[in-house]
């Protein structure tokens, strides 16, 4: 029996750390297998930091000591420097602009030599903490407009720099924080009129515009009708039909078009509508110095990486065995098409159990946010566990064809020492709250 200074070990998950463990192997094993070729050392591969699974097993271990100096960091740190972490994350993603590095067509990364850090991966924390930070506010009564209004600021500022650096899809990510206000009271309407928006995008893209305006117009003439009496007594609820109408109406004929033509990217507009299998009608105004832009050819990474998955059949061809993955047919199979290397050399099965890992994690998350005395700790759980759902959900959905490429790692797996170190602080913060689960922190 001690009762010296409390173990490091002291309320600490193993469970979520084991979950973490098992998924940075399977990812690096991922890696090796891609890009590991006959007649290479591996030992100088791992050592000499030669390889990308050398170089992710690095950042593997660098992660390791900085989850380490969490666990022994003291719980209200994190609470007491949120908003300085959150006004740094805002300063590096604007630091971007001026001494950015443009690869891959994204303006999102800052290089230092052979180093480059992507500061919209990191912000993620950031993020996290100050969303918590303000809704663990004794003062902060979320019920309140302007209560909702400060929290969908602090998740949508960092999202609007990121979009403005050519970085669609991590902006997107931000986005899964919403779902940490639904769990805090934020208003079902907000749900509602988000979806609402979604359908109507996607209606935009799949209806000629003409036909789709009169579809709306006719679904404004039935809501009158059916509220015909309401009306005569209230003319107000007419007001609201009409200028929801003409809000619909603006957004499918302008907003959606500039989205588009402005926002996206001209790959990311090609691979939308190859997803949905239709011409791109921007195709002319996104094109390049008069070149106008095609979809041929815009969902050959898809096709490869179904093929791969595909090949993979019940039981998979087995490690460093695939043919697809093995041989470069897959682009970005290393990072954002990884989950084909494991579908290609584990088949059905080993995707099924790789799966309920990433289950199991978020069930652990939600299940270690739900025992927390702290509304702080809470809030990040589930801020937590929001963007891991994101990512896996939406880079396991496009390596399958079932949504748009728009470039997101997926955790723990993809190649990427930013990418992994932010996940692993994220989970290691989590894990550091859960520990005093029994604090009330602000």
């Known amino acids: 029996m001690s009762h010296k200074n409390p173990a490091i070990s002291r309320g600490v998950d193993w469970l979520m750390i084991w979950l973490y463990v098992a998924l940075v192997a399977i990812g690096i094993m991922s890696i090796f297998s891609v890009t590991y070729r006959e007649g290479e050392s591996v030992i100088d591969g791992f050592l000499k930091l030669r390889s990308d699974y050398g170089k992710q097993t690095f950042f593997f271990i660098l992660s390791l000591i900085i989850g380490l100096t969490i666990l022994l960091t003291d719980s209200k740190f994190f609470t007491a420097t949120a908003n300085i972490w959150y006004a740094m994350g805002i300063f590096l993603l604007l630091l971007v602009f001026p001494f950015h590095t ?26 996290a903490l100050a969303l918590a930070k303000y809704l663990s506010r004794v003062e902060t009564e979320f019920t309140k407009p302007r209560s909702q209004l400060i929290a969908v600021a602090i998740v949508v500022i960092p999202a609007l720099i990121t979009i403005a650096q050519k970085e669609t899809g991590l902006a997107l990510v931000f986005f899964a924080f919403f779902l940490v206000m639904f769990r805090e009271g934020l208003p079902a309407i907000y749900l509602i009129v988000g979806f609402s928006f979604a359908v109507l995008v996607v209606a935009t893209l799949l209806v000629e515009k003409n036909t789709l305006a009169i579809v709306l117009t006719v679904i404004a003439a039935i809501a009158v009708y059916l509220s015909r009496r309401q009306i005569k007594r209230n003319r107000q609820l007419l007001v609201t039909i009409a200028a929801i109408w003409l809000v619909c109406v603006s957004i499918q004929r302008f907003a959606v078009p500039f989205m588009f033509t402005h926002v996206l990217q001209k790959h990311q507009v090609e691979r939308i509508f190859s997803l949905i299998g239709r011409e791109n009608p921007y195709a002319a105004i996104n094109s390049v110095e008069g070149e106008v832009s095609t979809t041929k050819d815009t969902d050959y990474n898809v096709r490869q990486s179904k093929i791969a998955i595909g090949s993979g059949g019940v039981t998979g061809r087995g490690f460093l065995k695939g043919t697809q993955t093995r041989f470069d047919f897959v682009p970005e199979q290393r990072t954002d098409f990884i989950f084909c290397t494991i579908g290609e050399g584990f088949g059905f099965i080993g995707s099924f159990v790789f799966l309920a890992l990433y289950l199991f994690l978020l069930l652990r998350i939600v299940s270690v946010a739900e025992r927390q005395r702290s509304v702080f700790s809470r809030c990040y759980a589930y801020g937590v566990a929001s963007v891991f759902f994101f990512h896996i959900a939406i880079n396991i959905c496009m390596t399958i064809g079932l949504a748009p490429v728009i470039g997101i790692p997926l955790p723990f797996i993809s190649y990427g020492g930013t990418s992994l170190l932010t996940f692993s602080v994220m989970l290691a913060i989590l894990i550091r709250l859960d520990a005093d689960r029994q604090m009330v922190l602000r």
């Open 102 to 127: 443009e690869v891959k067509g994204t303006e999102s990364i800052i290089r230092f030599g052979s180093f480059q850090i992507q500061p919209a991966e990191i912000c993620k924390i950031f993020v």
